[in-house]
Structures are given as C-alpha cells and as structure tokens.
C-alpha cells in the first residue's frame, strides 16, 4: 500500500517519516532512514516536471508500505496532480503549535481530488504544548476541516504526539508508543486500494485493422480488468457509441480466452467495421464508463524551466488533451461563478482548477490523469476531478 505524509511546511512530516523508520527498525520491519537521508529527497522528471520526493518503505504485521515524503509544497501539489508517487492513503501532519494552515487545507483539498478516501491525522509537537485544551481544540478543527472536505472527520483517528521524541528515544509516552499507535491506526483505518484486476474492463484504442476473412482488429493496451472472449463490450469516444461481442483475442500471434490489465491485445469485434473505429476510443465493460464532453480537472501548467510556456494564459486557451491514447483540441474555462473570469490569468507554475470542454467526447471518469500540449510540448498536466456533461 502507497502512503505518504502530507501537510503544512514544518509541521514535522519528515521527522515524523524517519521516526516511523526508526521504530519499525527496532521491530525488525524497516531500515531506519534518518531526517537527512529524507530530506535530500532526488531529483525525479515526471511528465517533464521537477519533482523532489523520498520514498522509503516499512513492514508492520500485516502490511507493506511504501512511504512518500516531499521537501516542499510544490513538490507535493506536482506529485498528487501527476501521480508521481501514487497515493493510496495519507498521513496528515498538523502541528498543536500551529493548528490548520493553508497548506494544511491545500493538501486535503488535493487528496480528495486524486481520490484519497482516508486520511490519519497526526497532531505533532505535543511536548512543547503546556495547555491540553489547546490539543483539544486542533482536534476538533482538524475533525471539521476532514469533514469539509469530503473525508470521515468523525471516525478518522487522530493520533497526538511527537515525532520529534520518538526519533530522539524520549518521552515514550508521547514519542515511541504514539509511532507504534499511528502505524497501527494505517493498518486499521486506511483500506487497501482495489487490485486493477477487479476494475472494470478498459482497453485503450491504439490502431485498427482489417484481416481478410477475420474482420476488424481492435490493437491496444488492456489498462484495467479482465476480458474475456465472447464478452459484451461497449466502444466509446469520439461520437460513437457501440455495443458488440469480443469475438477473439490475440496476444502475439496467438488466439487467447483472455487477457487482463498491462496486456498488448487484439480484440476480434463482431460487426464492426474499421471506418467505425479510431484511435483514442476505448473498449469497455458495457455501462462501465461515460463519454464525456465538458469536465472539471486540476491542473499543474510548467515552468519555463520545465519546458512548458514562457506566458501567461487566459480562459479559452485551446491546448491538445493527451489521455491515454486520446489526443483532441480542449478549451479551458473558470468554473462557473469565478469572478473576473476573463481577466484572470494562469501562470506557469500555477495549480490551478479549471473546467475542460473537448472539441469531441472522451471516455474518462474523475482520477483519470492527462497531459496538455501544445505545438509538440508538454505545457500542463491534469486529473480528472469531476464530470459536468
Ligand atoms: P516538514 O517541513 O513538515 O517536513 O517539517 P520537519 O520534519 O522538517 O520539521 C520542522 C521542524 O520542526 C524541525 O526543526 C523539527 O525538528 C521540528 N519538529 C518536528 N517534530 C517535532 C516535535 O515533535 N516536537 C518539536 N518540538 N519539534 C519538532
Ligand atoms: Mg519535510
């Protein structure tokens, strides 16, 4: 399971990643990585953009984790919007010294977006907090803020302590057991994420042939589920909407009764002629998905230095959408009510929620990742966060 500490700068996110190693060490499910290791997280290229991200891992009884920790808060709105490092679940550090802050709010806002469904709160600093209302008090704002923001803020356990005791061996009390507790409210609280075999069916249309005496090939990458041959699917995109029977399957060269996600196949359609089909629809498990024409995303534009555009941009900007195999001309807006919406602009750099109209339907649902482009780079990276039409 992928996790990651989220939340506001210096709030102890690193601290408290090494503390989880340095506990987990001594029960034997983890190498202790200390704060420096962390904090010099590598330079990683994603999509064309420059993210800077730790990753570690550790065991707990039943569990394998892989741990996220990023230096700064652009790092992490980068790496949710690109998925990076995927995120199944999520700690979020908060310190009592401070409560919520901006970046608090900002983190949460984006875990919902990417579709984290649980969070485990850690309120951090506890040794130097003198007054416990004051713990009572982050608590409950901590409880309204999840709630806010689309999470269970009244189940979700919120664990005090310090990272700072643990990784220095001090203060058990608040230290140690307090790692011991948040590790065991992960294994109990967050759920495991569902294995792509158990999704329903997407195959991502690629190519298109025509096989004398067979019929057409669909070619493509199975992304998601299993299919089987003589399965009921749907073709979708592009102003088509088509039910048929998966009447072969191949895989090189060879005929299959199956195929499952991350395979290369070429799926046999009943009835269906090569004109009716094109690169970027996709084959799916009938009623699985929607095709879409106007949906909201989160998008990260980049830098300069990132190759992406040296200007501004304003709402209906027009750059090519890249998902899956997929590549149509999109116009982007402000949501409906935003003021001043056609003298706001969108710099590089920014995140930045925006709604998507494309100039043909696609095949997609909220998750979904994307690229734009624009004359042959990569100038903004997305995630479906909801759809509108
Ligand atoms: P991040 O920016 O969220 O990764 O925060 P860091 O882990 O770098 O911590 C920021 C500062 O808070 C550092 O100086 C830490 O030593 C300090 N810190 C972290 N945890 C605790 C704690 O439990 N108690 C105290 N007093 N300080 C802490
Ligand atoms: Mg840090």
């Not at 090494?18 to 999509?47: C, M, N, Q, W």
């Not at 009884?61 to 199944?88: E, F, L, S, V, W």
């Amino acid at each position: 399971m992928n996790i990651g500490t989220i939340g506001h700068v210096d709030h102890g996110k690193t601290t408290l990643t090494a503390a989880i190693t340095k506990v987990l060490s001594e029960r034997g499910g983890a190498k202790f990585t200390d704060y420096a290791e962390i904090d010099k997280a590598p330079e990683e290229k994603a999509r064309g953009i420059t993210i800077n991200s730790s990753h570690v891992e550790y065991e707990t009884d039943n569990r394998h984790y892989g741990h996220i920790d990023c230096p700064g808060h652009a790092d992490y709105i980068k790496n949710m919007i690109t998925g990076a490092a995927q995120m199944d679940g999520g700690i979020i550090v908060v310190s009592a010294t401070d409560g919520q802050m901006p970046q608090t709010r900002e983190h949460l806002l984006l875990a919902r977006q990417i579709g984290v469904k649980k969070l485990v709160v850690f309120i951090n600093k506890v040794d130097v907090i003198t007054d416990p209302e004051m713990l009572e008090l982050v608590d409950m704002e901590m409880r309204d803020l999840l709630t806010t923001y689309n999470f269970d803020g009244e189940n979700t356990p919120v664990i005090m302590g310090s990272a700072l005791s643990a990784l220095e061996g001090k203060n058990p009390e608040i230290g140690v057991d307090k790692i011991n507790e948040l590790v065991k409210a992960c294994d109990e609280w967050l759920d495991l994420p569902p294995r792509d075999l158990e999704k329903p069916f997407i195959l991502s249309i690629e190519d298109v042939f025509t096989v004398p005496g067979r019929g057409t090939v669909v070619v493509g990458r199975a992304e998601r589920g299993v299919c089987r041959k003589g399965d009921e699917v749907e073709i979708l995109g592009y102003g088509t909407k088509l039910k048929t029977t998966l009447t072969g399957i191949e895989m090189f060269h060879k005929e299959l009764e199956r195929a499952e996600a991350g395979d290369n196949m070429g799926a046999l359609l009943r009835g269906i002629k090569k004109e009716q089909i094109r690169r970027g629809q996709v084959i799916i498990a009938p009623g699985s998905m929607k095709s879409v024409k106007k949906f909201q995303a989160q998008l990260y534009i980049l830098t300069k230095d990132e190759g992406g555009r040296y200007t501004p941009f304003m709402q209906h900007y027009r750059p090519q959408l890249f998902l899956r195999t997929a590549d149509i001309t999109i116009g982007l807006s402000w949501p409906e009510g935003t003021a001043d919406a056609d003298d706001k602009m969108v710099m590089p750099g920014d995140n930045v929620e925006m709604v998507c109209s494309p100039v043909h339907d696609v095949a997609l649902e909220p998750g979904m990742r994307f690229t734009l482009r624009e004359g042959g780079k990569t100038v903004g990276t997305g995630i479906v966060t909801k759809v509108l039409e």
